[in-house]
């Protein structure tokens, strides 16, 4: 079953967006938890990363300062509050636990595109 994402979307540049990634079991509350994201021509590459109880959080450099990942056990939800975007952070956007599972169905992701 894939998670359900809401959030995405167009914004200009210097603009904010929060996504969110929902589970409809338990998963999500039972693992640590990532974000990923992939960009037109590349790679899937991790971008966030949450502790399973929350306390601890990890960035890539490229959003470090600017984005900031949490999660809501009770709703099975983890969010991603992005600021300060910037067109280079276009891309389509994915939750996951972590590490990812090795035979992860990544979904379709949410798509978020930055207008410079």
């Known amino acids: 079953v894939q998670p359900v994402y809401s959030g995405g979307g167009l914004v200009q540049a210097g603009g904010s967006l929060r996504l969110s990634c929902a589970d409809s079991?338990?998963?999500?509350?039972?693992?640590?938890m990532a974000w990923y994201r992939q960009a037109p021509g590349k790679q899937r590459i991790l971008i966030a990363l949450i502790s399973l109880d929350g306390v601890n959080t990890n960035y890539a450099d490229s959003v470090k300062g600017r984005f900031t990942m949490s999660r809501d056990d009770a709703k099975q939800t983890v969010y991603l509050q992005m600021n300060n975007l910037r067109p280079d952070d276009t891309a389509v956007y994915y939750c996951s636990v972590h590490p990812p599972y090795a035979d992860q169905s990544w979904g379709r992701g949410t798509q978020v595109t930055v207008s410079s």
């Open positions: 079991g338990s998963t999500f509350s039972r693992n640590a």
